[in-house]
């Protein structure tokens, strides 16, 4: 299937992707997606390209149930920047399920890992964050 992507933030920065998605039917994932784009940013002389994998799966551990999900970009260097890789895995425990309502709350942890980040030589994130998932239905 087709895929594409506008990318939008401070001081002017666009970011146009357009490519190709296949999800994968990965027995016990919600979903298990993979994407091919080429990547241009106008601001940048040429273009590159991104693969982006996208997850989520229930897990259940000690009578608890809990959801892994997040998303990996690996991105190829353009104009004056290098590669650079983000990877942001979220391990979520189902709030909800202890209120009789599973599935809509869930509360948990998020990495986030960013090698050379914004294409820039050297400069590496990592972040742990809180997260509060709450789903609409």
Same mark, same amino acid.
Request: no cysteine.
């Given at each position: 299937? =087709?895929? +594409?992507?506008?990318?939008? *933030?401070?001081? +002017?920065?666009? #970011?146009?992707?357009?490519?190709?998605?296949?999800?994968?039917?990965?027995?016990?994932?919600?979903?298990?997606?993979?994407? %091919?784009?080429?990547?241009?940013?106008?601001? #940048?002389?040429?273009?590159? =390209?991104?693969?982006?994998?996208?997850?989520?799966?229930?897990?259940?551990?000690?009578?608890?149930?809990?959801?892994?999900?997040?998303?990996?970009?690996?991105?190829?260097?353009? *104009?004056?920047?290098?590669?650079?890789?983000?990877?942001?895995?979220?391990?979520?425990?189902?709030?909800?399920?202890?209120?009789? #309502?599973?599935?809509?709350?869930?509360? *948990?942890?998020?990495?986030?890992?960013?090698?050379?980040?914004?294409?820039?030589?050297?400069?590496?994130?990592?972040? %742990?964050?809180?997260?509060?998932?709450?789903?609409?239905?």
């Amino acid at each position: 299937m =087709w895929a +594409g992507n506008y990318e939008r *933030g401070e001081q +002017g920065l666009q #970011r146009y992707l357009a490519g190709v998605a296949v999800d994968l039917n990965v027995e016990g994932f919600r979903f298990l997606r993979t994407h %091919a784009y080429h990547r241009d940013d106008p601001a #940048r002389p040429g273009s590159t =390209w991104q693969a982006t994998i996208v997850w989520n799966r229930p897990i259940e551990f000690a009578g608890q149930s809990f959801l892994t999900e997040g998303f990996a970009d690996i991105t190829g260097a353009e *104009g004056n920047g290098v590669a650079n890789q983000l990877y942001v895995p979220r391990l979520l425990w189902d709030a909800g399920a202890a209120d009789e #309502r599973p599935g809509r709350i869930y509360l *948990g942890v998020e990495w986030q890992h960013w090698n050379n980040k914004f294409g820039v030589d050297g400069v590496t994130e990592n972040v %742990a964050q809180l997260q509060l998932k709450w789903v609409w239905n």
